[in-house]
Every structure is written in C-alpha cells, then in structure tokens.
C-alpha cells in the first residue's frame, strides 16, 4: 500500500485486531441416500474397527459414514480488515453468512483454515450460550474463572464482582451450578462478566436476543459505555436498530465473503437493498423539532416487520409512533401504532439522537409489494413528522405445506388471506334447525 510512512506508523500502532486472507473451512457430509437417520450405533456395527475414529469424528460433528459424500465449504474466505483500537463495529449479513465464525476465529475459540488473525489486547467475548463458562462451577466460581482468564488479578476481579452480580440480577442463584441456569440466567451473567471484566476488546453475538427487552436494553448501554471508554467492540445483529444504535462501522458478510466496510448508515441501507425484504430512507436535514432522520424496515422470519427510525429530538418527549401498511397503489391495509391504542406504550424520547425500533405483526398477507409510512405524532395533538412513499416490502410467502396456493395481490381479491375455519357440513335436505333459524332472514346460499 502506498501510504505515507508517517500515516502508516500512526496506523500501525493503533490497529488491534488484523486479519489476513483469513479463511475457515469445514467438510460437511452429505448422507447418501436412505441413509438420512444414522444412529450412534449404526455407525459403530458398521465401522467396529474404526469405531475411535468415527466416534471422533461424530464429537466432532463430521459423522463420516461409508457412502457418504464429503464437501469442503468455506464458512469464510478471503476476509480482510483491520480494527482500530476504540473501534465500535456491528457485523451484519444473512443467516448463515459468516458472522459467528469470523467472532469465533478472533476470540480464538476455533482456528482459521487459512490466513492469519492478529490481536492486541485482552479479549472478551459473549458468543453461544456455552462457551466460556465451565458448567460445573457455580456463578460466583465462574466470574473469578473468567476474571484470570481474562489476566486480571484477584483484588482487581474482587472489586468488580459486585457489579457484575448487581447487573445481571442473578444474586439468588450465584452458588448454583451454572448448569441449573436457564439460557436467560446464563447470559445475564455471561455478558455480565464479559463486560465488566474491563477487556481491551469485547465481542458480543446475537446472544442478546435471549434475554427480555428490559434487559437488552441495559446491554446495549453497557455496549455503549464500554466504547465511550475507548475499548474496542464487535458486535453481531440482526437487529438493524441495535446496530445503528451502538455501532460507527459496520461489516457487511455475504457467503463468507467480507462484501463491504463502512459508515453503519451506508452498509444497513446495502445490506437492506440486497434483500427483498427490506427497505430504507434517509430522509435529509430538517428544521422540525421531532425528525425522522431515517427509517429502515425489514421483514423477519415468522411474519414480523421490523421498523427502525432513527430520531432527532430537541428536547424530551412522549409522543405516538404510527406505521401505516398500504398496497402497492397506497390503499389503505392496516395500521400498526405504538402509544395510539394503548397510551403505556408511548415512546419516551430522550433530547439529542434515538433509535426507535419496533415489530408489527403482519396478517397472511397477500403476495405482493407493499409500502409502509411512518409518523409520529404528539397525544392528542398535531403531526410532528413522517415518512412517505418510500419504504417497501415484498411478500413472497410460498404455500403451506409446499402445496396449494398462496392469495397474490394480482387476483384483485385483496391484501389478507383469510382463513376458513373448519368445514361445516350439511348434507342436502337436512332438518338443521339452527342452521335454518339463522339463514331464514339471508338471501339463499348454495354451498355445493
Ligand atoms: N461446525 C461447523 N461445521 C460445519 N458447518 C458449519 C459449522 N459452523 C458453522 N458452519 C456453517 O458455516 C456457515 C456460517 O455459519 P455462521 O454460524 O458463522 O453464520 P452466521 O452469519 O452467524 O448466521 P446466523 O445469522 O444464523 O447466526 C453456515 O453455513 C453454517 O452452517
Ligand atoms: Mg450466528
């Protein structure tokens, strides 16, 4: 690289996490036919003379049965950057893209296959429930654990436990085993001690997602706290308003490849545009005291649209947040609000710069594009700002069960599928009173 040696000393003194041509490679089998269900014991009648190897193999996870056909694949491939110290990077990509095993090859919890990683400084990190903690050891014996993990002293890990058992509220259960722990009890007291166990460099997975929002919410301060103190994050999620919320730089992975680095807003607008589901606005400067700077949707698994606006507010406020579903020709579908039905869910807007994100439950919708306006609004009082004509989605929902079909806006039948309830049948000529009483006064039916 060509850079003035100056700036590259200056560069090179501040870089914490390098990685190089980094790669990771796995073999997955794929069983042959009408072999899909091996049991333990099939493979042990099989392979008795190899049964060490095997049973290695399947600890492993690479069950390699005879007949089976092996294939190299790249969960990484050629991922290059560097990460200053204080950096705060979010990594965004699809389900399956990367992010975990680039988190786990730089927490050095599996090695690359190819390429090499360097890293200054102590490393936290929160990755699947699983890793870090021993399960036999209770709470209080796992935070002293990972505190000399972490190279930290005694009386350095003895000042900090307070904190860590006041933030991950689990007092009661600190002489248990961790094993007893449910997923949200473990991960409390995971990213607990990750965070306040003053690592240089904190790395943080879509763990989060397990606790309840309250407690998200306190980890995402936390996250920001830590940065604020110049340490260096990363952090993975599929939560667009998280990552924009905490996070300067973003990554983008697309099938192990590192597709592009950047200003956060730019990469989620990208990563939004490469997938059908998802749209983006920036909307540009404005003069109003309560603005919408930019809105984000995205459309998740199990019929959920996900919302996310990044507001400017001059001063605290409470106020409503509309989203309004239109068709593709902006007729009306339906409108989803927080605070305007139910005046406890009214957002509370702190001055400066938030991030409000929201799910809406989507009806089995129609195939079709669709667009979402947003606005906010004061209760009982007058339009602050919106978001028009801009965010859009598709739904491309295939038939249930892989057969039938699913309602598309095309047929002009509307934008719901309804659902029938179950079959009632009335055989012909039939003496069903009720029935009779309660179409006397329709039209007559025929259903054949
Ligand atoms: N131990 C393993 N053996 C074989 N394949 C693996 C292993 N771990 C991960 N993979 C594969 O590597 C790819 C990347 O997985 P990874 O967990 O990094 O994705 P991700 O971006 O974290 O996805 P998600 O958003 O679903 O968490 C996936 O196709 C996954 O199936
Ligand atoms: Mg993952």
């Given at each position: 690289m060509?850079?003035?040696?100056?700036?590259?000393?200056?560069?090179?003194?501040d870089?914490?996490?390098?990685?190089?041509?980094?790669?990771?490679?796995?073999?997955?089998?794929?069983q042959?036919e009408?072999?899909?269900?091996?049991?333990?014991?099939d493979?042990?009648a099989?392979?008795?003379?190899n049964?060490?190897?095997?049973?290695?193999?399947?600890?492993?996870?690479?069950?390699?049965?005879?007949?089976?056909?092996l294939?190299?694949?790249?969960?990484?491939?050629?991922?290059?950057?560097?990460?200053?110290?204080?950096?705060?990077?979010?990594?965004?990509?699809?389900?399956?893209?990367?992010?975990?095993?680039l988190?786990k090859?730089?927490?050095?919890?599996?090695?690359?296959?190819?390429?090499?990683?360097?890293?200054?400084?102590?490393?936290a990190?929160?990755?699947?429930?699983?890793?870090?903690?021993?399960?036999?050891?209770?709470?209080?014996?796992?935070i002293?654990?990972?505190?000399?993990?972490?190279?930290?002293?005694?009386?350095?890990?003895?000042?900090k436990?307070?904190e860590?058992?006041?933030?991950?509220?689990?007092?009661?259960?600190?002489d248990?085993?961790?094993?007893?722990?449910?997923?949200?009890?473990?991960?409390?007291?995971a990213?607990?001690?990750?965070?306040?166990l003053?690592p240089e460099?904190l790395?943080?997975d879509e763990?989060?997602?397990?606790?309840?929002?309250e407690?998200?919410?306190?980890?995402l301060?936390?996250?920001?706290d830590?940065a604020?103190?110049?340490?260096?994050?990363?952090?993975?999620?599929h939560?667009?308003?998280?990552?924009?919320?905490?996070?300067?730089?973003?990554?983008?992975?697309?099938?192990?490849?590192?597709v592009?680095?950047?200003?956060?807003?730019?990469?989620?607008?990208?990563?939004?545009?490469?997938?059908?589901?998802?749209?983006?606005?920036?909307?540009?400067?404005?003069?109003?005291p309560?603005?919408?700077?930019?809105?984000?949707?995205?459309?998740?698994?199990?019929?959920?649209?996900?919302?996310?606006?990044?507001?400017?507010?001059?001063?605290?406020?409470?106020?409503?947040?509309?989203?309004?579903?239109?068709?593709a020709?902006?007729a009306p579908?339906?409108?989803?609000s927080?605070?305007?039905?139910d005046?406890?869910?009214?957002?509370?807007?702190s001055?400066g710069?938030?991030?409000?994100a929201?799910?809406?439950?989507?009806?089995?919708?129609?195939?079709?594009?669709?667009?979402?306006?947003?606005n906010?609004?004061?209760?009982?009082?007058?339009?602050?700002?919106?978001v028009t004509?801009?965010?859009?989605?598709?739904?491309?929902r295939t038939?249930?069960?892989?057969?039938g079909?699913v309602?598309d806006?095309?047929?002009?039948?509307g934008c719901?599928?309804?659902?029938?309830?179950?079959?009632?049948?009335?055989?012909?000529?039939?003496?069903?009173?009720?029935?009779?009483q309660?179409?006397?006064?329709?039209?007559?039916t025929?259903?054949?």
């Open positions: 060509s850079r003035p040696l100056s700036d590259t000393k200056l560069l090179m003194s870089v914490v996490i390098r990685a190089e041509n980094l790669g990771k490679k796995y073999i997955i089998g794929h042959a009408r072999e899909r269900y091996v049991a333990l014991r493979v042990i099989r392979n008795v003379g049964f060490g190897r095997s049973l290695r193999d399947i600890v492993r996870g690479a069950a390699n049965v005879a007949g089976d056909e294939e190299e694949f790249w969960a990484l491939k050629n991922v290059n950057f560097e990460i200053s110290r204080g950096d705060v990077v979010g990594i965004i990509g699809r389900n399956g893209a990367g992010k975990s095993t988190l090859v730089l927490s050095r919890i599996t090695e690359p296959s190819e390429g090499r990683v360097e890293i200054k400084g102590r490393v990190s929160l990755l699947e429930v699983g890793t870090g903690f021993h399960p036999e050891l209770t709470g209080r014996e796992n002293y654990l990972n505190g000399a993990i972490l190279g930290m002293r005694r009386d350095e890990i003895k000042r436990f307070d860590i058992v006041a933030f991950s509220e689990i007092e009661k259960f600190l248990t085993p961790v094993k007893r722990y449910s997923s949200g009890m473990y991960v409390r007291l990213f607990a001690v990750a965070a306040h003053e460099i790395v943080v763990v989060l997602a397990v606790g309840d929002a407690f998200q919410k306190k980890c301060g936390k996250m920001q830590v604020g103190h110049g340490r260096t994050v990363l952090f993975v999620s939560n667009m308003g998280a990552v924009r919320a905490l996070c300067k730089t973003a990554f983008l992975l697309r099938n192990g490849r590192l592009s680095i950047g200003d956060t807003m730019a990469i989620s607008a990208e990563y939004a545009a490469g997938s059908a589901g998802s749209s983006w606005q920036e909307v540009g400067p404005s003069e109003k309560y603005a919408i700077r930019s809105a984000f949707l995205e459309l998740l698994p199990h019929d959920l649209l996900r919302v996310t606006l990044d507001v400017a507010s001059a001063a605290p406020k409470r106020l409503i947040v509309n989203a309004l579903l239109q068709d020709v902006g579908v339906g409108m989803a927080l605070g305007g039905y005046p406890d869910q009214l957002v509370d807007l001055e710069e938030s991030v409000i929201f799910d809406v439950r989507l009806p089995a919708l129609a195939n079709g594009r669709y667009r979402v306006d947003v906010l609004e004061e209760p009982y009082g007058h339009f602050l700002d919106h004509g801009e965010l859009e989605f598709a739904v491309d038939p249930r069960n892989n057969h079909r309602l806006v095309r047929w002009g039948a719901i599928e309804l659902a029938s309830a179950t079959q009632i049948a009335t055989p012909r000529g039939s003496d069903n009173s009720a029935l009779s309660a179409t006397s006064s329709a039209p007559e025929c259903i054949s």
